[in-house]
């Protein structure tokens, strides 16, 4: 029911700016989580943000703090993830995902570091590529 896909992704200089939208359908915000992940070649997946609405909190891991940004518009079912200043080592594929928030709360960190606890639902990503 939950269907999640993303775009946006391309080819960018070193500086520059990209933004991807995760359309969404089958949910809605207020009840779920949204977070962004990234998987380089030979690397893990890891956490790149994840936010609630709700609860009216968000995590950035700390190589993205001040460069990238989350916003949502709930009328187009759509959250963006707004990359600036990027870097070769933001090279990479772009997930996002979904997960039900639960009873105790939310915690985005504990959230994007252990996703296979809480996501269930994931995009087919999107690649991006920053030159030097």
């Known amino acids: 029911e939950v269907q999640l896909v993303e775009s946006g992704g391309g080819l960018v200089q070193a500086g520059g700016s990209l933004r991807l939208p995760c359309a969404a359908s089958g949910f809605t915000f207020d009840d779920y989580a949204i977070g962004w992940f990234r998987q380089a070649p030979g690397k893990e997946r890891e956490g790149v943000s994840c936010?609630?609405?709700?609860?009216?909190?968000?995590y950035f891991a700390d190589s993205m703090k001040g460069r990238f940004t989350i916003s949502s518009d709930n009328a187009k079912n759509t959250v963006y993830l707004q990359m600036n200043s990027l870097k070769p080592e933001d090279t990479a594929v772009y997930y996002c995902a979904a997960a039900r928030l639960r009873k105790s709360g939310f915690n985005p960190g504990y959230y994007c570091s252990n996703y296979g606890l809480f996501f269930d639902s994931w995009g087919q990503g999107t690649q991006v590529t920053v030159s030097s």
């Open positions: 936010i609630s609405s709700s609860f009216g909190r968000t």
